[in-house]
C-alpha cells in the first residue's frame, strides 16, 4: 500500500522510553530530585532493512541496541515513531493482529542456555511455534520438526532430548530452528553468538548464511563483535546512547569511519596479527558509556569525543549523507569536508 | 636460587583431574610451561580446554574433592607451590601471585565498600594500619584510572560500571605489587573501548611495575598484542606452543590454524563463507587413544586417531603436538610467502 522501495523494515523516527517513576510528591519527600527519570533507549531511530539484507547494528552495552531488536517485534512497547513492516505500522497494531505479524518476524536471542525451556524436548521446543500457528497437525509436525533440525545440522535422532543435553552451539542451533519455524521473512538476531566458543561462532554464521540465501531471509544482526558484524552484515549501523551515529555499506564503514565514535569503536577492536597490533595507533576512549537517564546535552558523544568543541555541547547534530550511502552524526563534517582528522 | 636465568614460574607435567560421575575428567593433563620475569605469556583455549584449571592449579585454588593436582611441580621463584602448607600458599596469594577474574561483579563482594575491600589486602599481607591502607587503597583507584578516587572508595560494587568494577579488581590485585599477575579472561564481559582501556592499563602496569602477567583469553586478537609467548590449549593439553609472532606468522598445528583462520578478517569480501572448525570439543570423560582432535582435523590420516601424537620441536620455543607438525609448519610457511 505505500512505496517501500525493496524495504522490507521502514523505521521513522522511532523511539522506546522505560519510564523509572520519581518526580512526584513522594520522591521529593524522600529526597529525591524532583525530576522524573526516563530512559530514553532508543530516541528516535529512523533507518530502513532492505529485504534480503543484513544489516548489523553495533554499539556498546547499554545503547539500545537490544531495546531496538526487540521494539521491532513489539516485545517491548513503542513510546513514539513508527516501525513499519509490509506496510503495516507494527506500533499501532492490536495485540491479536500483532501474534499474527510474529509469524513473519522471529527472534534468536543471545543466551541459547536462557532461551530454551529445561523442561521441554526439543521435538516440542521446535514443534511449539508450528502448532500455535496452526501450520501443521499431528505427525506432520513432528516431520517438520525433523526437516528442521537436519537444516540447521542437528540430527534429527535428538528430538526427544532436553536442551542440557547439547553443547552451546547446538542449544544455538535449536533456538534458530525454533525461529524457522514459522518460516519468518524477518529474523533480529541478538548477540546470537556471543556466548559460543571461536570455532563455533564461525559454524553459526556460517549456518545464518546459508540460510538467508537458501530462504531469502532478512536479518537484524545485533552484536558488539565488530568482526563477526562486518563479516555477516550487507550494511552497519552504529549506534551511541539511543541514537543511530554512523550507518553505511560494512567495507565502508571499516576501512573509512567518518563519525569519532565509529572510529574509536573500530580501532578498539583487537587485531589477530601481532605485527598489525606493534605499529598501529589506537583512538582509546576515556570513561563509561553515560547514563542514558539523563544523557548529555547537544551531542551525546561529546563527553568521550577527542574532536569535540564548544558548539557540541549545545547542538544535537543529524544523521546526514556525507558520501554516497554513507550517513554520519557529527557536526563537524560535511559532504564537502568528510575527514575529521583534516579539520584544524 | 632459582633467579639464574630469570623464571619467575615453571610448570612441568602439571594434571589436575576431577572425579565426577561420569568418571575422571582429566581437565589438565601434562602442561609445561615457563615464564620468565617480565614476560607476558598467553593461553588459548576454548572452553573445557583446561586453560583456567591450569591457573587455579597454580594459584592453588582447586576445589578438593572433587578435583585433585594428581601429578607435576609448580615452581615460583624457587619455591615448590604444590608442597607448600596451605598457610603459606595464602600468603603467596594476593601478595606475590595475584589474579583477576573474568567476572567482576562475582568477584566482589556485594555487600562490602570498595574501600573495606581494598584494605584487608594490604592489612593483610603488608600489615598496613587502617589509615595507611585507606591512602593506599586511593593511591591504588587513582593508579588503575577511577577518577575522583577518594569520593569512589567508599562506594559499593554495584555502584560502578562493569569496566570500573574490573579496574577496581586490578586495583586490588596490585594491591601489593605482586610480581606474577593471573588474568582469566580479564576483558570478556566488557565491552571493546573498555576493553582497550583496560589491556592498555594492564600493559602500562607491567611496564611500570615489572609484573609477570599470565593472560588467559579465548580471543587471539588479544593475545596477538600483548603477549610474547602464547600457549593453545586443547582437551587438556598444550597444542602448541611458540613465540607469538611465530605463531601467527608460522602455526604448526592444524587447531591453531583453524583458530586463526575462524576468526573474521575484516578486510575480508562479504558473503564469503568463514572457515569454519566442524564438529564440537571433544567430551573430556571420554577422550579418544589417539590424537583428541583428529575428528575435527581436516589434515587427518590414521595414525592420528590411532596414535597419541608428539610433542614435535620446530625450533628452539616452538613446539606442536601434531604427527604432521612439521609438514603444517611448512604449509603455514609457504602460505606465508604467497600473501
Known sequence: ?344 | MSNKNGTILSVNDLRTYFQTDDGVVKAVDGISFELKKGETLGIVGESGSGKSVTNLSVMRLIPEPPGKIVNGDIIFDGIDVLKLPIEEVRHLRGKRIAMIFQDPMTSLNPFLKISTQLMEVTQLHLGHSKAEAYKHAIEMLRTVGIPAPEKRIDNYPHEFSGGMRQRVMIAMALSCEPELLIADEPTTALDVTIQAQILELIKNLKSDLGTSVILITHDLGVVAGMTEKIIVMYAGKVFEAAPTAELFSSPANPYTKGLLKSVPDPAHEEGTDLYQIPGLPPDVVRLPDGCPFAERCERAEDICSRDFPPFIQINENHHSLCHFAKEVHAESMEEREKV
Do not use: W
Open chain 1, 1 to 344: 500500500m505505500s512505496e517501500t522501495n525493496g524495504n522490507l523494515i521502514s523505521l521513522k523516527n522511532l523511539k522506546v522510553y522505560y519510564d523509572l517513576g520519581g518526580g512526584g510528591f513522594l520522591s521529593k519527600l524522600t529526597g529525591g530530585s524532583g525530576e522524573r527519570r526516563v530512559v530514553k533507549a532508543v530516541d528516535g531511530v529512523t533507518f530502513d532493512i532492505k529485504e534480503g539484507e543484513t544489516l548489523g547494528l553495533v554499539g556498546e552495552s547499554g545503547c539500545g541496541k537490544s531495546t531496538l531488536g526487540k521494539a521491532l517485534l513489539r516485545l517491548t512497547k513503542i513510546t513514539g515513531g513508527k516501525a513499519v513492516y509490509r506496510g503495516q505500522d507494527i506500533a499501532s497494531l492490536t495485540t491479536t493482529e500483532m501474534r499474527e505479524q510474529r509469524k513473519h518476524l522471529q527472534m534468536i536471542f543471545q543466551d541459547p542456555y536462557a532461551s530454551l525451556n529445561p523442561r521441554m524436548t526439543v521435538g516440542n521446543i521446535v514443534g511449539e511455534p508450528i502448532r500455535t500457528f496452526g501450520l501443521a497437525n499431528g505427525g506432520s509436525v513432528e516431520n517438520k520438526v525433523r526437516d528442521l533440525m537436519e537444516t540447521v545440522g542437528l540430527s534429527a535422532r535428538f528430538i526427544k532430548r532436553y536442551p542440557h543435553e547439547f553443547s552451546g552451539g547446538q542449544r544455538q542451533r535449536i533456538g534458530i530452528a525454533r525461529a524457522l519455524a514459522v518460516d519468518p521473512e524477518f529474523i533480529v538476531a541478538d548477540e546470537p553468538i556471543s556466548a559460543l566458543d571461536v570455532s563455533i561462532q564461525a559454524q553459526i554464521m556460517n549456518l545464518m548464511n546459508d540460510l538467508q540465501k537458501e530462504k531469502n531471509l532478512t536479518y537484524l544482526f545485533i552484536s558488539h563483535d565488530l568482526r563477526a558484524v562486518r563479516h555477516v552484515s550487507d550494511r552497519v549501523a552504529v549506534m551511541y546512547l539511543g541514537e543511530i551515529v554512523e550507518l553505511a555499506e560494512g567495507t565502508d564503514i571499516y576501512e573509512n569511519p567518518l563519525h569519532p565514535y565509529s572510529k574509536a569503536l573500530i580501532s578498539a577492536v583487537p587485531v589477530p596479527d601481532p605485527e598489525v597490533e606493534a605499529e598501529r595507533e589506537r583512538v582509546i576512549l576515556t570513561g563509561d558509556v553515560p547514563s542514558p537517564i539523563n544523557p548529555p546535552s547537544g551531542c551525546r558523544f561529546h563527553t568521550r569525543c577527542a574532536y569535540a568543541i564548544n558548539e557540541c555541547k549545545t547542538t544535537e547534530p543529524k544523521l546526514v549523507e556525507i558520501k554516497p550511502r554513507h550517513y554520519s552524526s557529527c557536526i563537524r563534517i560535511s559532504p564537502e569536508q568528510p575527514n575529521i582528522d583534516e579539520i584544524s
